[in-house]
């Protein structure tokens, strides 16, 4: 089987946030199942002419317009399934797709429906898969998609190491992560060491804004972006993710479970069931005390391999977040699709 992913984001190097993440992983997985992948995606530089390379192990097409280039690259790339990530103007992807008479799979990976530049319809030649519960219930609501769950694939070996528990680790410093909050419990909670990191491609002014905050407040640590993660949890008593975005699913917390990091959470999105037992989840909304003192009971009780660590470990490793797991579903819902086009 040959498949094509398309997306109107950037990838890897260029590009490094959740999507392009589990993309990748994913894609390497796959090819290890003797499956050939190719990715389209947009050119850091719009001005610059489509080039491909293969720094990832696998052929990328970066093009200043996905939609546009689609058409070459599915020649080019022969795929017998062409594979939709969400993102902006995934309308008009899915329009050209059709258009190119090859298999078409959508995989939506948030939630964020005003950025379709056009609607989702319900049709029996596209195959919708959700990364969580929670994306395939808002888009059925939405659109009335009825979509497979696939959830993101989490490659073990480049998360799981063994761990200090020194530190309360914040990533990707942004609003729609929740760093004002963040920021407050630093704040309120001198004694405790944080480390924030960065991850999306932050704007100069609010790094230097948030950078300085955190050297004002003198127990928090300014990281940049690093692709290496187990230096990060292998230093990490708790995960702090109190995200004010509605998550469609939150890999981190899987990354950090593997550890048997257990997770502070907001209640936003699958964040609730993406924590499960291996954490605790408090009202975006809930007075600071409350999030002080899940804070406080965390970080007390999770100071050694115990329960919460053994209950996170375990939740990361439950059946449906299962890496051969997640490979044999996704590629049986093609072989499905394949069967039916």
Not at 190 to 210: G, K, N, Q, Y
Request: hydrophobic content about 50%.
């Amino acid at each position: 089987m040959r498949l094509l992913f398309v997306t109107t984001f950037g990838h890897l190097p260029e590009l490094v946030g959740g999507l392009q993440t589990t993309t990748d992983e994913l894609a390497r997985a796959l090819e290890r199942h003797g499956i050939d992948v190719g990715l389209l995606c947009a050119a850091a530089d719009p001005a610059a002419p489509a080039i491909s390379d293969t720094l990832c192990g696998y052929p990328v097409v970066r093009a200043s317009d996905p939609a546009a280039a689609m058409p070459a690259a599915i020649a080019t790339l022969q795929p017998d399934v062409v594979i939709l990530q969400t993102g902006p103007g995934l309308a008009k992807l899915l329009v050209v797709a059709l258009d190119a008479a090859v298999p078409v799979a959508v995989y939506l990976h948030n939630v964020e429906t005003a950025e379709l530049g056009g609607v989702l319809l319900p049709d029996p030649t596209v195959l919708y898969i959700a990364n969580s519960a929670f994306t395939a219930a808002r888009w059925r609501v939405a659109f009335g998609l009825d979509c497979a769950v696939v959830l993101p694939y989490v490659e073990p070996g480049a998360y799981e190491t063994a761990t200090t528990r020194e530190r309360i680790l914040f990533v990707n410093p942004t609003a729609p992560k929740g760093v004002e909050l963040a920021f407050e419990l630093a704040a309120a909670r001198p004694a405790l060491p944080f480390t924030m990191v960065e991850s999306w491609t932050l704007d100069p002014v609010w790094r230097w804004f948030c950078a300085e905050r955190a050297a004002r407040l003198g127990n928090v640590e300014w990281l940049p972006p690093t692709r290496d993660m187990r230096a990060l949890y292998g230093r990490t008593r708790l995960l702090l993710m109190p995200s004010v975005w509605e998550e469609s699913y939150g890999r981190s917390i899987t990354e950090a479970q593997l550890s048997g990091i257990p997770v502070l959470a907001s209640r936003r999105g699958n964040l609730v069931d993406t924590v499960g037992p291996g954490g605790l989840a408090v009202d975006l909304h809930a007075p600071l005390e409350d999030w002080l003192a899940a804070l406080d009971r965390l970080w007390s009780e999770a100071a050694g391999e115990g329960g919460w660590s053994v209950a996170a470990r375990a939740h990361a490793r439950r059946a449906d977040a299962d890496p051969d797991h997640i490979v044999a579903r996704f590629l049986g819902l093609l072989a499905q699709h394949l069967g039916r086009a």
